[in-house]
């Protein structure tokens, strides 16, 4: 704990993940509480995906467990009416969730790189991050069965007000782009809908200035379940309303 509080000048941090083998064999990784906090100046930070959502990981042989505090808790600021000025963030490892607010209002971020495990952004987890130009899904480390969660989605807000947002990779397995999810994302013109969505809710794309096309995925049928998985079958209203600049559409038939 506490192992680089108030490091004043830290302006980088990579924290390595573990490769998967060391964690299959028992090894941990430990991060204590406040490891970073009070580092104001920090603008470049890779982290392992167990510190962005927190996570327990097995310590030795007898099955021992310890616990990996999460985002804020590793990266705390005490002094409110400062922020934190991230320009990148890049998250190595697997991840399955962007917690809800993780990035919220960091107003320098710019590029975000995540990795092909994530299955949900979480509500408000990156609104109003003014700079932020791409967020881009790594090659590697996807799970097996990208549809093997039951939380897999876009959540309520999670990119709302990202003005100088160009281009955002969407995971392979999210269902859901949910309320609000790119709410006035005026320069939003590379979007790709992975074939595992299903629905798109209200306002969801609304004000997306930029975007011209919109090709909504037809899903995959799944012959030993016998059943269609994704293919878009709810657009909620408003949706993409005020896209000023769409000029093309494609809706598969069911």
């Given at each position: 704990?506490?192992?680089?509080?108030?490091?004043?000048?830290?302006?980088?941090v990579?924290?390595?993940?573990?490769?998967?083998?060391?964690?299959?064999?028992?090894?941990?990784?430990?991060?204590?509480?406040?490891?970073?906090?009070?580092?104001y100046s920090?603008?470049?930070?890779?982290?392992?995906?167990?510190?962005?959502?927190?996570q327990?990981?097995?310590r030795?042989e007898?099955?021992?467990?310890?616990?990996?505090?999460?985002?804020?808790a590793?990266?705390?600021?005490?002094?409110?009416?400062?922020?934190?000025?991230w320009?990148?963030?890049?998250?190595?490892?697997?991840?399955?969730?962007?917690?809800?607010?993780a990035?919220?209002?960091l107003?320098?971020?710019?590029?975000?790189?995540l990795?092909?495990s994530?299955?949900?952004?979480?509500e408000?987890?990156f609104?109003?991050?003014?700079?932020l130009?791409?967020?881009t899904?790594?090659?590697?480390?996807?799970?097996?069965?990208?549809?093997?969660?039951?939380?897999?989605?876009?959540?309520?807000?999670?990119?709302?007000?990202?003005?100088?947002l160009?281009?955002?990779?969407?995971?392979?397995?999210?269902?859901?782009?949910?309320?609000?999810?790119?709410?006035g994302?005026?320069?939003l013109?590379?979007?790709?809908l992975?074939?595992?969505?299903?629905?798109?809710?209200?306002?969801a794309?609304?004000?997306?200035?930029?975007?011209?096309?919109?090709?909504?995925?037809?899903?995959?049928?799944?012959?030993?379940?016998?059943?269609?998985i994704?293919?878009?079958?709810h657009?909620g209203?408003?949706?993409?309303e005020?896209?000023?600049?769409l000029?093309?559409?494609?809706?598969?038939?069911?």
């Amino acid at each position: 704990s506490h192992a680089f509080e108030n490091c004043a000048g830290l302006t980088g941090v990579t924290i390595p993940a573990l490769p998967e083998e060391a964690e299959w064999n028992g090894w941990e990784l430990e991060i204590g509480d406040r490891a970073f906090a009070n580092c104001y100046s920090l603008r470049d930070v890779t982290m392992p995906g167990r510190v962005l959502d927190g996570q327990y990981c097995r310590r030795n042989e007898w099955g021992s467990d310890t616990y990996v505090p999460g985002l804020r808790a590793v990266f705390e600021l005490d002094d409110l009416e400062r922020h934190r000025l991230w320009e990148s963030v890049t998250v190595l490892g697997r991840a399955e969730k962007v917690p809800e607010g993780a990035f919220e209002g960091l107003r320098e971020l710019r590029g975000v790189v995540l990795p092909a495990s994530v299955r949900t952004v979480g509500e408000n987890a990156f609104r109003e991050c003014l700079k932020l130009e791409s967020v881009t899904i790594a090659d590697g480390g996807a799970w097996d069965d990208p549809y093997y969660s039951d939380e897999r989605m876009v959540g309520s807000s999670a990119f709302e007000g990202c003005a100088s947002l160009t281009r955002v990779d969407i995971p392979e397995g999210v269902r859901e782009i949910c309320d609000r999810a790119f709410y006035g994302c005026a320069k939003l013109a590379d979007v790709t809908l992975p074939e595992s969505v299903e629905r798109i809710y209200e306002y969801a794309f609304y004000g997306c200035a930029s975007l011209t096309r919109m090709d909504f995925p037809e899903g995959v049928w799944d012959s030993n379940l016998g059943e269609l998985i994704g293919g878009v079958r709810h657009i909620g209203s408003h949706a993409f309303e005020n896209c000023a600049g769409l000029t093309g559409v494609t809706i598969p038939a069911l």
